[in-house]
């Protein structure tokens, strides 16, 4: 017979012995990682803190402020407005005076929505430690005016009111089409149609119709005054091109040949038929 083989099972007190070491060493390798990611912290904390400190430094910070480009504004004004935006939020971590850490973009968008008359602004310094700042300006300029109860404002090319007219000398003449509830400075006229309305009235020039401005009457009407002494009602939905052609020949027919004195308006807004009406008397063709 084979001898009998004894195995003797460890008693609980020695296993308990045996995975002592390996918990000591998990608690102090735990223990290092806490201390070491308190110290990074910390490391980083000292760095950020003084990473701003030194942003504040004066060799750093922006001393000077030119502005340039301006025409009805006054440059010290806006010279004025673009300080205190600079100096905006004093005690920071990181100083918005820095000048590689000023914020361009908040200051340029900051002075487009305080002086509407402001089309573009570009900000530079001229050299990579310099610390002054030049300030390049864009006026709008005043092609058209847009009137509400007597008040006139001046309006771009593109339908933006900018300013209260000045004894301007205005192309053309345009009211309603805002939201009538807010003010018209900073609100911009027949957005994306405006150009539209500025060829049609090209286009009735040159076939002898001066146009003097419109009137919005809704969303889909517009009014336009002529030099003749009438208005032309229009849809925006019509065909334009057809207009001059239409207008010249209601003006030039038998019925109104001799009565343009009385004609009060044209309306080309239906197609085919055509409305007119002498002061007092409406009539369609």
Known sequence: NSPTKIVRRPQRGQLALS???RER????????RVIMTIAGFFVGA??????GALSYHDRLVIHDVSVSGTLALSASAVQAAFT???????GRLFSRRNIFLYPERNLTEALLEEFPRLE???IARP????QNVEVQVTERVGVYEWCRGGNCYLMDSLGYIFAPEENAEAIYTFQGGLIPTAGPIGQTFLKGRLDRVITLFKTLEAAGFTPHGATVENANDLDIHLDKGFFLKVSFESDWDAVPKNLQLIISSDALTNSLSKLDYVDLRFGNRVYYKLYGKEVTE
Request: glycine share 10%; charged share 30%.
């Open 19 to 21: 995975l002592r070491p």
């Open 25 to 32: 060493l998990a608690v102090r390798r735990r223990r290092r």
């Open 46 to 51: 000292l760095g950020v803190w003084g990473a």
């Open 84 to 90: 205190q935006d600079l100096n905006e939020g004093e």
């Open 120 to 122: 573009s602004v570009a």
């Open 127 to 130: 050299s990579f430690l310099a």
